[in-house]
């Protein structure tokens, strides 16, 4: 497993897209991806892209490419579901916290045994 990027964050899943249902071999390659997009210095679609809030890793392309394990396809799944942020159980909290997004790490609905039990009458 590669080592999570700055900022507790995992690479930005949309730069996947179209490796997973093998569009192109490598995510650079697709032509629609803004992994290709970045990768040429005078695309017409450069000055649309946003610029990274941490500096980006020099083996960002081999982190990019490297297969998502289930875990991580699990954990980005529960991230789009909830809206919650995702990277390392720290940064998570400390980020919810900070937006005031607690509620989206906890599970939905009551807790069980919410409720207090009526006593029992003799």
Same mark, same amino acid.
């Given at each position: 497993?590669?080592?999570?990027?700055?900022?507790?964050?995992?690479?930005?899943?949309?730069?996947?897209?179209?490796? %997973?249902?093998?569009?192109?071999?490598?995510?650079?390659?697709?032509p629609w991806?803004?992994?290709?997009? %970045?990768?040429?210095?005078?695309?017409?679609?450069?000055?649309?892209?946003?610029?990274?809030?941490?500096?980006r890793p020099?083996?960002?392309?081999?982190?990019?490419?490297?297969?998502?394990?289930?875990?991580?396809?699990?954990?980005?799944?529960?991230?789009?579901?909830?809206?919650?942020?995702m990277g390392?159980?720290?940064?998570?909290?400390?980020?919810?916290?900070?937006?005031?997004? %607690?509620?989206?790490?906890?599970?939905?609905?009551?807790?069980?045994?919410?409720?207090?039990?009526?006593?029992? %009458?003799?």
């Amino acid at each position: 497993m590669l080592p999570p990027l700055g900022m507790g964050q995992r690479e930005p899943a949309h730069e996947r897209n179209a490796v %997973r249902p093998r569009l192109a071999a490598r995510a650079q390659d697709s032509p629609w991806g803004s992994a290709f997009v %970045r990768q040429s210095r005078s695309h017409e679609l450069r000055p649309l892209l946003s610029q990274w809030p941490v500096p980006r890793p020099s083996n960002w392309l081999a982190i990019l490419n490297t297969p998502q394990t289930d875990a991580e396809r699990e954990q980005m799944k529960k991230h789009i579901e909830r809206s919650s942020p995702m990277g390392s159980d720290s940064w998570t909290r400390a980020t919810a916290q900070a937006l005031g997004l %607690r509620h989206t790490l906890r599970p939905r609905g009551r807790p069980v045994g919410w409720r207090k039990r009526k006593p029992e %009458r003799t």
